[in-house]
């Protein structure tokens, strides 16, 4: 079987769902920075967030902060869209019953740290959202809403939740790249290419030979899992030690 490998002289460090811990995202930057220290210089080192950079824990609005400002200032730093960002914007946006989902789903902690407490029992739905939409930074919600599903380097495919077996990566859904879940980490099938991808929570991280999930669960575990991959080189980087690694 042939050894899957990047684009030519692609270096890149895939980081897997920070659920609101910034403390961890700082210390796997600075994991990165010194394993990219340890090799020749490269002209093409792309770092790639899987999505779900809110919710669960307690630092969601200092990841966006940091992330939206970083962003700004590198070409070389891509975000991909999660689902739970997904949810944060259609609950801002007013969508009937998403505020409520968010909300269920690990959006308290988000909205705490914006220093909003989630509402208990029956409140004032229009009036809650408002105050919702007016605490959180617009220029946030924008840079969301454009975070692009998917990036492509090689035979590698980088997106947030997996993709549908059978279907060309090309014709992959939004709501798949976004939320699937059994029916792609059961599958064994060649997808077209090896799928990075994160948003399903594992003790360890999941090697396959058509996939390879890296949620090592940040939020609850302290471990904040990065994949590096430059041509043939695969290795794997984390805040604290996947079981399995």
Same mark, same amino acid.
């Given at each position: 079987?042939? @050894?899957?490998?990047?684009?030519?002289?692609?270096?890149?460090?895939?980081?897997?769902?920070?659920?609101?811990?910034?403390?961890?995202?700082?210390?796997? %930057?600075? =994991?990165?920075?010194?394993?990219?220290?340890?090799?020749?210089? #490269?002209?093409?080192?792309?770092? !790639?967030?899987?999505?779900?950079?809110?919710?669960?824990?307690?630092?969601?609005?200092?990841v966006l902060e940091f992330l939206f #400002?970083?962003?700004?200032?590198? =070409?070389?730093?891509? @975000? +991909?869209?999660?689902?739970?960002?997904? +949810?944060?914007?259609?609950?801002?946006?007013?969508?009937?019953?998403?505020?409520?989902?968010? !909300?269920? +789903?690990?959006?308290?902690?988000?909205?705490?740290?914006?220093?909003?407490?989630?509402?208990?029992?029956?409140?004032?739905?229009?009036? %809650?959202? =408002?105050?919702?939409? =007016?605490?959180?930074?617009?220029?946030?919600?924008?840079?969301?809403?454009?975070?692009?599903?998917?990036?492509?380097?090689?035979?590698?495919?980088?997106?947030?939740?997996?993709?549908?077996?059978?279907?060309?990566?090309?014709?992959?859904?939004?709501n798949d790249l976004l939320w699937i879940r059994e029916e792609f980490l059961e599958?064994?099938?060649?997808?077209?290419?090896?799928?990075?991808?994160?948003?399903?929570?594992?003790?360890?991280?999941?090697?396959? #030979?058509?996939? !390879?999930?890296?949620?090592?669960?940040?939020?609850?575990?302290? @471990?904040?899992?990065?994949? %590096? +991959?430059?041509?043939?080189?695969?290795?794997?980087?984390?805040?604290?030690?996947?079981?399995?690694?």
């Amino acid at each position: 079987m042939r @050894v899957p490998t990047t684009d030519n002289g692609d270096r890149i460090y895939a980081i897997g769902d920070v659920h609101g811990r910034y403390d961890l995202l700082c210390r796997i %930057f600075e =994991k990165i920075e010194a394993h990219s220290a340890t090799l020749p210089p #490269n002209r093409n080192t792309n770092i !790639i967030l899987l999505g779900d950079l809110i919710d669960r824990g307690p630092q969601s609005a200092q990841v966006l902060e940091f992330l939206f #400002n970083l962003q700004k200032r590198n =070409k070389n730093f891509t @975000v +991909l869209l999660g689902n739970h960002e997904e +949810l944060m914007i259609r609950a801002i946006s007013g969508e009937p019953g998403m505020l409520r989902a968010w !909300i269920k +789903l690990g959006g308290g902690p988000t909205l705490r740290s914006f220093g909003i407490e989630p509402p208990e029992g029956e409140y004032d739905l229009p009036a %809650f959202t =408002k105050q919702v939409a =007016k605490a959180i930074p617009p220029e946030y919600v924008s840079w969301l809403k454009s975070l692009p599903l998917s990036a492509r380097s090689g035979d590698y495919f980088f997106c947030h939740a997996g993709v549908r077996p059978r279907l060309s990566l090309a014709r992959q859904s939004r709501n798949d790249l976004l939320w699937i879940r059994e029916e792609f980490l059961e599958s064994e099938v060649d997808h077209g290419a090896v799928i990075v991808h994160g948003h399903s929570v594992a003790t360890d991280v999941q090697l396959r #030979n058509n996939r !390879i999930g890296i949620d090592t669960g940040a939020y609850r575990t302290d @471990v904040l899992t990065a994949l %590096f +991959l430059e041509g043939e080189q695969c290795e794997i980087l984390s805040t604290g030690q996947p079981a399995g690694t």
